[in-house]
């Protein structure tokens, strides 16, 4: 039996400056907390997937909306599983749209491509002059530390800001000369994407300072020869990274996106709850 997720996220802002959260769910994936850690301004969303991973003929749509002046973080509790298909392709995808003077965090964590998965991901944001986003997204290929490498199936993942940036990548397990290419992916099977978005152009100043702080955790980190940050437009900073383990992925994007957030926003880190339970 294949399932059918729809999750609607409509986030407001009040009279008293409180990012106010609502949300319709059909199907499995649904909101597991509202949380306000930061204040009543920003609004700390973890969503949850029941059934546990995502298989073949499944398909997982999030509608996000920011009005002006929310400030949205979504994350989740657990990897996004892509587990092995039979032969049909298993999909979720994300469209948000940001007002002006909105803030968007989208920080879900990794999502496992298992073996024979036959997987597709796709992102789309749009945003509107005077509202900003930090975005990551992890993939790690198999689980090579429990000796299932990724050896069979494909993963296509799109990622989008209309008429600005565009990526469109496809993974197939077959494709040697990409997984293990010095040009490709070197052997490793953790990738990791981390971008700062705005709905403007940045001010030369302001996007300089994101590249060196973002250059800045790089340089002392065991990830500084598989890492590098540059700015593809002049509204999008972008941070890549290959590893061999999530961990030690998932600990240079949050060095960064700290860094990126007190410097953009003014913001401390104060990274959800959930990561630590």
């Known amino acids: 039996m294949s399932w059918l997720g729809h999750l609607q996220l409509d986030y407001r802002r009040d009279a008293e400056g409180r ?11 649904r909101v597991l907390q509202r949380l306000y850690p ?20 499944d398909r997982l749509v999030i509608d996000a909306k920011l009005t002006e002046g929310c400030h949205a973080l979504i994350t989740t509790p657990s990897a996004t599983r892509f587990y092995r298909s ?43 002059p005077g509202a900003e986003m930090l975005g990551w997204d992890m993939l ?31 993974i197939s397990a077959s494709d040697h000369q990409l997984l293990n290419s010095p040009l490709g992916l070197a052997g490793h099977s953790v990738l990791a994407t981390l971008w700062f978005a ?26 500084r ?6 700015s593809p437009e002049a509204g999008v ?26 410097l953009a926003w003014g913001l401390p880190a104060n990274p959800p709850r959930i990561w630590r339970s």
């Open 19 to 29: 990012t106010i959260a609502l949300d319709r769910h059909e199907g499995p994936l």
């Open 38 to 57: 930061e204040g009543p301004g920003i609004c700390h969303h973890v969503l949850v997937h029941p059934p546990g991973g995502i298989v073949g003929g």
């Open 86 to 128: 039979a032969g049909e392709v298993a999909a979720q995808s994300l469209h948000a749209s940001l007002a002006a003077g909105s803030r968007l965090e989208w920080l879900p964590l990794e999502t496992l491509v298992y073996d024979a998965a036959l997987a597709e991901n796709s992102m789309n944001f749009e945003i509107a």
């Open 140 to 170: 790690a290929l198999g689980l090579p530390a429990a000796g299932l490498p990724f050896t069979r199936g494909h993963y296509l993942q799109h990622l989008q800001l209309p008429g600005r940036w565009l990526e469109r990548g496809r």
């Open 198 to 223: 705005a709905g403007e152009a940045l001010p030369t100043r302001r996007r300089d300072a994101l590249i060196d702080a973002a250059r800045h955790c790089c340089s002392s980190h065991e990830l």
């Open 225 to 230: 020869a598989t890492a590098g940050c540059t």
């Open 237 to 262: 900073i972008v941070l890549r990274l290959l590893s061999d383990h999530v961990e030690t992925a998932f600990n240079l994007l949050t060095l960064v996106r700290a860094a990126w957030r007190e």
